[in-house]
């Protein structure tokens, strides 16, 4: 394992099919070593597009992408013999047995024979190893897929949606594999997803992308921070100068449009801030809770 | 050049279990069965016109359909079918994010093509000769086994018509390559095809490619000794154009997979 802070690391990251629509703009990811990152994102965020980027199936070889320290494009072989990657839904041979599946990659990637019973086993698919891939469920496709890409012991793991269109009994076998490879053998692993309920349970780090940016990065509980200082307090009072002058040292306090708009932390605040105001006399005529963008961004990732 | 190697073998793993291998072995047998059954049948006629000899009036009686027939079609066919393995199972995002040379990728396949199609010819070539020796044990007056069989003039026919094929293999290889739709390669292929069906009398069709194949066996390089020469060089030349321009514009392309 390198002795890195970051894995991957994107710099102003910018990608667009046509000129002037930008699909990605100045995406700066950091994935640190041995972590877990959820890649979190509404449909059509750019999640996908910049997990393609990072394995080179976009070619952009100006684009700032470095992977174990070193620039993706004039050192591709090499990085990708590190990665195992599994984009959008699984690629397998129908045709062909689970076992053959992993022999196609086997021969492609140069590690020994016996990976493919060591893989087998990993991805607990040791007794349909003999069956035809295109009868496996779709759980079974999506752990052969994950095999495959474990073929070559990789020290990164990219997965676009691993668990898009599983059962939650799927969910929870694809969460305890990625845990245990995080665990047991130290693989990075970059993990897209647009709920964040799939993934939270594993994570270490993340990092949400909406409209083609980056707009946070951290831990969970750094997010937990960000999306509470997101909310804003409209409120209609009797005399907003002095109803101002109570919360100035506590709040922020903008007036807007005959309102007044304060920044909180949490829910409680309201209840406190109202306190405040009845205390000295100051009519509420209205406390309205107001939902920014940002929020909507939030409730959509955030609950199932 | 060993992870070529190993490359090109998994490419020949990708191939098993698919059509392409009772479509080779059907496209060979066809015209030879077929050939065969109407020896047996109007043996009024086709003892006298498989004289001299019987074997070469039969080598171009058995070609004379597959140059310019079955081998322009399942060479088409053929190469449609095994860039399709790719994207009817939606595995070229898989295999580019794998660490291949792009040039690796592209010619290990073609290599499996290119195998198949030459598979074709010598199975073609084994069934010309059971064929021919079937007619004379089904059929005295034919005098089969009075004739030696004429394994240079086989030998020499399949590889002339498989160096002319060969450019249509590499053209459809790059339009199979650049279009998912199976029914595109194999469209534009068959158009390309009946064209030069229509232009053979043409003065310039030596430079029509589609034409190569059927041209290496039709013309008369008794007559026109010059025309071998011309039409090896011609085949040669579009061959390797048709392969570096496809080689170098799949490399380019800004999305794979």
Known sequence: MEARSNIIETRNLDFSFHPGIPILKNINLQVPAGSIYGFLGPNGAGKTTTLRLLLGLIKQEQSSIQIFGQDFWPNRITVLKRIGSLIEQPSLYGHLTGRENLEVFRLSYGCERIRIDEVLAIAGLSDAAGKKAKEYSLGMKQRLAIAIALLHQPEVLILDEPTNGLDPNGIIEIRDLLRNLNQEYGTTILVSSHLLPEVEKIITHLGIINHGQLIFQGTLSELQQFKTAALTLAAEVDDPIKATAFLSGSFTVIPTNGQLHISIQNKEQVAEIARIWVQNQINIYQLTLLKSDLEDLFMQIINN | ?257
């Open chain 2, 1 to 257: 050049m060993n992870n070529f190697f190993l490359n090109t073998r998994a490419e020949f793993l990708k191939a098993k279990r698919t059509s392409v291998t009772g479509i080779t072995l059907i496209a060979a047998l066809f015209v030879p069965v077929i050939d065969f059954i109407i020896c047996l049948e109007r043996p009024d006629v086709m003892t006298h016109r498989m004289q001299p000899g019987f074997w070469l009036p039969y080598l171009q009686f058995v070609w004379k359909n597959t140059a310019a027939i079955i081998v322009p079609i399942y060479t088409i066919l053929i190469t449609s079918l095994i860039v399709q393995v790719e994207y009817r199972n939606n595995t070229w995002k898989q295999v580019y994010a794998s660490p291949r040379r792009f040039g690796d990728i592209f010619f290990s396949k073609l290599i499996v093509i290119g195998t198949l199609v030459l598979s074709f010819f010598l199975l073609f070539s084994l069934f010309f000769i059971l064929s021919g020796t079937a007619v004379g044990m089904a059929n005295n007056a034919y005098h089969v086994s009075a004739n030696p069989i004429p394994f240079t003039e086989i030998i020499a026919t399949a590889a002339r018509i498989y160096l002319g094929i060969l450019p249509v293999m590499a053209i459809q290889y790059w339009l199979s390559l650049r279009f998912k739709n199976f029914a595109t390669p194999l469209g534009i292929g068959m158009a390309l095809w009946i064209s030069g069906i229509v232009l053979l009398d043409w003065d310039k069709i030596i430079y029509y490619p589609y034409m190569y194949a059927p041209l290496m066996f039709f013309s008369d390089f008794s007559k026109h000794p010059e025309k071998l020469p011309q039409l090896i060089i011609n085949s040669s030349v579009c061959l390797v154009i048709a392969l570096l321009f496809g080689a170098w514009n799949i490399r380019n392309q800004k999305e794979k997979g």
